[in-house]
């Protein structure tokens, strides 16, 4: 088997931020299958001033770190130095990395480092949409990579610019188009996502090998049961970002409070941090009456926290306007939990007939669904015969194409 050179820029630059994102949960998931595997594996991380290499052993102890199972260490002199502008958990995550490297070095001098530790002929993995700038490519080519390979996971800043600073629309296109001509493989998290990015390389007239393979996910923790709730509630999770489209449950909610008591009103919990261009939702939930009583904001649920919450929910919402994949959808579905969201084809592809799918515009469609899991008895999804995407069929895939 090919030697594996694994990026893991992209979660230790998540490090500030302990409640991981899909795509976090994604390179996660990539670290612990590249830890437990029989190839050789070494792993690649960008840090202030250049780069760091870890092999197996130092990664495993990164990992712990990573997931939060085990805290960061102390900032060494070089973070104390020059760190000093970042945040105090990314300074401590890159003084650990720095600490268990079999090798730091600068920028210009990386190939000759994994010249020196990488067998040649490897193949490099950069999955987290991180660390994709000229340099990284060329640095792979020089060193000797067999290949390279790159996911996608989606391609919304190209689709609905509307939803992203325009630096990062820009940002975005230079990436995925040094992506594209570098890389020998991408791979795709869902057909749509590959259809979505062909369309983009067919416009740039660039071509590359592809894979589509699901993305695996891992139950959230179990031994919550469904009791009836003294008042039914809803729970939508995720970014609070204009794509996810929370402007329409809240103004749902406006609308029921205007015609019925608020004791008789469903409560909706919202959980996750507040993202960007999104000032009027912000608005709502920093001044609305409503806050604190038929509508509550989370900001930091950790797995258990959220797997509690959600098994007494009605239903998860979902009205999000554009998705890569969906990683809320398949973890409520694996719970049992009824789910409204939008008619996305990525929703589609990874639930079948499972959730209610409704135009993420059809204000009266929501409201009428929300009503009818409202009343009565809580609702069961008959999940059990459902083959959810699993990590173990996406990564029968991979390790063929590496």
Known sequence: MNPVLLDISRSISRAPYPIPTGIDRVERAYIAHFLNSDRQVWFLSRIAGGFALLDKAGMRLVYGMITGDQPWGSKDLI????????????????????????????????AKILQHYVPKGFSYANIGHSNRK???????????????VAMIHDVIPLDF????????????????????????????????????????????????????????????????DRKPD???YFVILGTIEPRKNHALLLKI??????????????????????????????????????????????NNLDDMALSELLSGARALLFPSFAEGYGFPLVEALQKKIPVICSNLPCFQEISGDLPTYLDPNDEKGWENAIHRLSGGKINVIGSNH?????????????????
């Open 253 to 298: 909610w406006q609308n029921m409070a205007k015609t019925q008591p608020a004791e008789n009103l469903p409560h909706l919990h919202i959980v996750g941090r507040r993202g960007w261009l999104n000032r009027d939702v912000f608005d709502i939930l920093d001044q609305s009456p409503m806050m604190g009583k038929t509508v509550f904001e989370h």
């Open 161 to 224: 610019p509307q939803y992203s600073q325009p630096e990062i629309v820009t940002r975005f296109e230079q990436e995925l188009r040094l992506t594209a001509e570098n890389c020998d493989y991408l791979i795709y998290n869902s057909d749509h996502t590959a259809k979505r990015t062909e369309h983009w390389l067919q416009k740039w007239r660039l071509q590359t090998n592809s894979v589509t393979s699901l993305l695996g996910v891992d139950p959230l923790p179990s031994g919550f």
């Open 230 to 232: 003294p008042q039914p």
């Open 134 to 148: 000229a340099g990284i490519w060329k640095a792979m080519q020089d060193a000797g990579a067999k290949q390279s």
């Open 79 to 110: 973070a104390r130095l020059f760190g000093r502008k970042k945040p105090e958990a990314m300074q401590r995550a890159e003084s650990d990395i720095r600490r268990l490297a079999i090798a730091n070095t600068g920028k210009n001098t990386l």
């Open 386 to 402: 459902f083959d959810f995407p699993s990590w173990s069929q996406h990564f029968l895939k991979i390790d063929t194409i590496l």
